[in-house]
């Protein structure tokens, strides 16, 4: 059975850092993050594939950066230079069997809230 469950986010001032971590039992491949923003659609954020290959929303990208360790089938997100429009809910989340994008997800974390305040 696969769980994802991640811990970290919190609230920060703009500016400010924080960084996430999803612990992943019973899988081994690609992992991403997303997140949810009140009144909005889920968006993809960033993932790793199993190669290794990173790919980050343009929306995000030189602000967060996502790395994983396999040994410990953990995957991060470290997030610099928060804006206010980054608060969300953020969901670890992985395929079952192929893909690397938000549609194909089917494995999802609790989510962990991210408040950034100006």
């Known amino acids: 059975q696969v769980q994802l469950r991640e811990t970290g986010g919190g609230s920060v001032q703009t500016g400010g850092s924080l960084g996430l971590t999803c612990v992943a039992s019973g899988y081994a491949g690609c992992m991403g993050w997303t997140r949810q923003a009140p009144g909005k659609e889920r968006e993809w954020v960033a993932h790793?594939?199993?190669?290794?290959?990173?790919q980050i929303a343009d929306s995000v990208k030189g602000r967060f950066t996502i790395s994983r360790d396999n040994a410990k089938n953990t995957l991060y997100l470290q997030m610099n230079s928060l804006k206010t429009e980054d608060t969300a809910v953020y969901y670890c989340?992985?395929?079952?069997?192929?893909?690397?994008?938000?549609?194909?997800?089917?494995?999802w974390g609790q989510g962990t809230q991210v408040t950034v305040s100006s």
């Open positions: 790793v594939a199993t190669d290794g290959n990173i």
């Open positions: 989340a992985a395929p079952a069997t192929s893909g690397l994008f938000l549609p194909d997800y089917n494995y």
